[in-house]
C-alpha cells in the first residue's frame, strides 16, 4: 500500500475516480465536509465561472465552510450578489455543507504551476486576527 493522501471512490466496474484530498477535508463540528462537492453545486451557478471552496477557523465549530468565486461578465448589468448565492446554495445544500461566507473576487490564487490549493487560497481569504 501506498498512502497519498488522495480520497476516492469506486464505481460498480471497478473504476476509482478520485474526488478530493483528505487533508482538503473541513470538519465542521465533527462533520467531515468535502469541498469539491460545494465546489461543483457552485459552479452550477450561471453566474460563477470558477469556485474554490476551503475551511475557516471558527471558535465553536472548529472550521467553518467559505468559498471564493469568479464571477462572469453579465450581459443584464446586474451581477450576482454574496447574498444571491448564498441563497442558490440553501436551496442546493444542507446546513452544515452550506458556505457562510462567499468572496467575490477577480482572480482566486494559484501556485506557481497554476493549480489552486485551498490552503493557499484560505489564507488569502480568512479573516485577519490581531
Known amino acids: 500500500w501506498f498512502r497519498t493522501g488522495d480520497q476516492g471512490v469506486l464505481d460498480a466496474n471497478g473504476y476509482l475516480t478520485l474526488v478530493g484530498r483528505l487533508k482538503e477535508l473541513i470538519n465542521r463540528g465533527g462533520e467531515k465536509i468535502s469541498p469539491r462537492e460545494i465546489d461543483e453545486v457552485l459552479l452550477t451557478h450561471p453566474a460563477i465561472a470558477e469556485a474554490v471552496c476551503f475551511g475557516v477557523p471558527h471558535r465553536s465549530w472548529g472550521e467553518e465552510v467559505a468559498a471564493a468565486v469568479v ?25 452544515f455543507k452550506r458556505p457562510k461566507q462567499i468572496h467575490i473576487t477577480d482572480v482566486i490564487p494559484r501556485t506557481a504551476t497554476g493549480k489552486i490549493q485551498r490552503r493557499v487560497v484560505a489564507q488569502a481569504f480568512a479573516p485577519q486576527t490581531s
Do not use: I, Q, V
Open 71 to 95: 464571477l462572469r461578465p453579465t450581459e443584464s448589468g446586474t451581477p450576482a450578489t454574496e447574498a444571491n448565492l448564498l441563497a442558490f446554495c440553501k436551496e442546493r445544500l444542507a446546513d
